[in-house]
């Protein structure tokens, strides 16, 4: 637990920090957000509720936490891409990004999807279309034929579309995100070609 001696109370810190972070989505997730009160977070920690308090004060803090640290690769996704040219590369590089970074992301995610209103009250939701719209600028060229526009960003909805919905589906894990990432990839392909050719009709 907590380290080497000789390690420094930062880096303590950030591992409790963390494990609270983790053991507060599963609790969340499981039995969902307004269910889940401070107290057995310390419980399930096995720390008092004051050794808590030091790091968070409320749930809200820890799941904003939570929510900031676990998608702040979007956010630097989205700065690499705002550098980059509007390439099919490019277009492709996103979207093999975003799949690892929502692989990565996946409890967080899960916990979204079924725990839509207390995100909504907590802002959380609002800065999530914020890193959406973010990804969609990088991706979709605003000048192009309307229907490319909706592949590029049906791209990144594909990829959401495997967290959520394909469970039942007879494939592993990694066949399920190998197929997923395919099609998205298929999606920002077509559409970069679509807008080749209307460049050349023009």
Same mark, same amino acid.
């Given at each position: 637990?907590?380290? /080497?001696? =000789?390690?420094? $109370? ?9 494990? !609270?972070? =983790? ?11 307004? $269910? ?5 977070? #310390? ?19 820890? @799941? ?14 989205? +700065? ?6 509007? /390439? ?5 590089? &996103? *979207? ?6 929502? #692989? ?14 207390? *995100? ?8 999530? $279309?914020?890193?959406? $719209?973010?990804?969609? +600028? &990088? !991706? #979709? ?5 309307? #229907?490319?526009? *909706?592949?590029? !960003?049906?791209? &990144?909805?594909?990829?959401? %579309? ?5 469970? =039942?589906? =007879? %494939? ?6 190998? %197929?997923? @990432?395919? *099609? %998205? ?18």
């Amino acid at each position: 637990m907590g380290g /080497t001696m =000789d390690g420094t $109370k930062q880096q303590r810190r950030g591992n409790t920090r963390q494990r !609270i972070q =983790d053991v507060a989505l599963d609790l969340f997730a499981e039995q969902g957000y307004e $269910k889940t009160s401070l107290r057995e977070i #310390a419980e399930h920690l096995d720390v008092t509720k004051a050794a808590l308090y030091y790091h968070f004060k409320t749930k809200e803090e820890i @799941l904003v936490s939570i929510f900031e640290d676990r998608t702040r690769p979007i956010l630097d996704l989205i +700065e690499w891409g705002r550098q980059q040219p509007h /390439t099919l590369e490019t277009k492709q590089e &996103i *979207v093999r990004r975003y799949s690892e970074i929502l #692989a990565g992301a996946a409890p967080l995610f899960r916990f979204m999807q079924e725990n839509q209103a207390a *995100v909504r009250e907590l802002r959380v939701g609002e800065t999530f $279309k914020e890193r959406m $719209k973010g990804l969609r +600028e &990088i !991706i #979709a060229d605003p000048d192009t034929a309307l #229907a490319d526009q *909706v592949r590029c !960003i049906s791209a &990144i909805f594909t990829l959401h %579309a495997g967290m959520f919905f394909l469970q =039942d589906l =007879d %494939a592993s894990p990694e066949e399920k995100r190998k %197929a997923v @990432l395919e *099609v %998205a990839t298929d999606l920002v392909t077509q559409a970069h070609e679509g807008t080749r050719e209307g460049a050349r009709g023009a």
